[in-house]
């Protein structure tokens, strides 16, 4: 179904979906305003989902999100580098292997 087709039906799940990828079909009918006005309404209904929903459970407007890096996220890091390192150096040494003979 199309973007226009299913947002004039009432689905509000047009609005939540890749942006980018409807963005400029509906751009098209900026100026139409059954369109504007369904895509208004699918916003508000996403948006109150949003707001009553579990999602929103201790947010505050005092809150504070902080990002926090973890140990394990970092033992990752470090292992990728290691690894990496390692395939490099294997590559470099089947290349000169193979130039030998």
């Not at 973890?70 to 033992?75: A, E, H, P, V």
Request: charged share 20%.
């Amino acid at each position: 179904m199309d973007v226009l087709n299913g947002l004039m039906a009432g689905g509000d799940g047009w609005d939540c979906n890749d942006g980018a990828k409807w963005t400029q079909k509906l751009v098209e009918y900026k100026d139409d305003p059954q369109v504007v006005s369904a895509m208004r309404e699918a916003t508000k209904h996403i948006l109150y989902t949003v707001a009553n929903s579990n999602a929103m459970n201790g947010v505050s407007a005092n809150m504070q999100v902080v990002e926090a890096t973890t140990w394990w996220q970092i033992l990752i890091i470090v292992l990728d580098v290691v690894f990496g390192l390692l395939a490099a150096v294997s590559i470099a040494r089947l290349v000169i292997g193979i130039k030998k003979k």
